[in-house]
């Protein structure tokens, strides 16, 4: 599309051209995951066509300087495991989340957006965390199985994944843009048809057109929600006048619907991201116990925008808002920071909440919820300091 063309759709529908370009890009995502399911050649022709995708959505969004952002820390990540696989994990954790830190610190991408811009800081976050956890998941695989979790059991890396594995796995059809994270060992095994997605007597795995349906709806209403809340409750009016001359109780009711109104534009983008990892098939988690057995594709699922709306504490909402990253954040970090024959304690907790503010970026505010959901989420829990 032509530039101008761009400019006046853009301004039709009152956004900048940035940002446009960036939603086109991310809509763009559910039909290149489609084409995935249908791509020829096997394996090596599917990872060549994530990683492809992927880098061209990333252009076309954020420009070329992106792709080299990307570049950096999955270098870093797969030198690190192809030179000292027995420190790999540690050392591709700091150097990674160092660079994630430092593109923060750069940017400062809070401030682009409310200035109409938008940068590859978002993709980068999630690309940090794939990285991260593909590299412990190949360190893992020096380690006894006695010494390892169930869930580190069944995502350790035994084998050096080849580049273009790597490469697919970080990129792969744009699901970058904003998550879900996935293991590597899901992304080979739905790359190669093998676990769950292994054909049957039955044929391959179930269709994933309705609920890929359910989620696009899903994401049309959640936007339309925003669109219609946001005139009447827009963030900026805290910083007018009219909005200290308010009175207790209205400023409580106002700061509610604000944040209210603000979480419907996530869930959006969460629904897009579901839908195309469900597109995929990449989604799909297997088979529920019922009579008879019902497809599940909760792999992709980011929030459960009801768990959140009607939490009735702060410990449930790890459970219900970003999901993948919160199941991230216990397997990485939390769960490994407890001592074999010892209980988690607050320190595990702070931890965990000190690393997501970190890895949301340097803004006070950041530091300043996460360590005090630290505080909450112990407090909900009294003695039993559990992350999830």
Wanted: proline share 5%; glycine share 8%.
């Amino acid at each position: 599309m032509a530039l101008p063309e761009m400019e006046s759709m853009a301004s039709a529908i009152g956004l900048s051209v940035p940002v446009l370009r960036f939603l086109l890009c991310f809509a763009a995502t559910i039909p290149v995951s489609l084409f995935h399911r249908f791509v020829p050649g096997g394996p090596v022709a599917r990872h060549l066509y994530a990683a492809t995708t992927g880098a061209v959505l990333s252009y076309l969004s954020f420009g070329f300087s992106s792709n080299l952002h990307f570049l950096v820390p999955m270098f870093l990540g797969y030198a690190s495991m192809v030179l000292c696989r027995k420190y790999c994990g540690i050392i591709t954790f700091f150097l990674a989340f160092g660079y994630l830190i430092g593109c923060h610190v750069y940017y400062m991408s809070g401030d682009a957006w409310k200035e109409g811009g938008i940068d590859a800081t978002g993709a980068l976050m999630v690309i940090t965390l794939k990285i991260i956890s593909c590299v412990i998941n190949y360190n893992d695989g020096l380690l006894k199985e006695e010494d390892l979790l169930e869930v580190q059991k069944k995502n350790r890396l035994l084998k050096l994944p080849s580049s273009i594995e790597y490469l697919g796995y970080c990129l792969c059809c744009g699901s970058h843009f904003a998550g879900p994270v996935y293991e590597m060992k899901d992304y080979l095994e739905w790359t190669e048809r093998k676990g769950n997605w292994k054909p049957t007597e039955k044929g391959s795995s179930p269709s994933p057109y309705w609920p890929t349906f359910r989620a696009v709806l899903q994401a049309a209403i959640c936007m339309g929600l925003y669109l219609y809340l946001v005139p009447h409750y827009p963030l900026s009016r805290f910083t007018e006048p009219v909005y200290q001359e308010w009175g207790f109780w209205k400023r409580l009711s106002y700061q509610y619907m604000s944040g209210f109104t603000a979480r419907w534009k996530y869930y959006f983008i969460w629904s897009i991201s579901e839908a195309s990892i469900i597109i995929s098939g990449l989604g799909f988690s297997g088979w529920t116990d019922s009579n008879p057995p019902k497809s599940r594709w909760d792999r992709a699922k980011n929030v459960d925008i009801v768990g959140v709306e009607l939490a009735t504490s702060s410990v449930q909402l790890p459970l219900v808002w970003n999901i993948q990253v919160s199941t991230w954040l216990r397997h990485y970090v939390y769960e490994r920071l407890i001592q074999k024959g010892k209980k988690p304690g607050f320190f595990q907790l702070l931890a965990t909440q000190t690393v997501s503010a970190v890895w949301h970026g340097l803004y006070p505010g950041y530091i300043i919820f996460f360590i005090q959901s630290a505080v909450m989420i112990a407090g909900s829990r009294g003695n039993n300091y559990k992350y999830v």
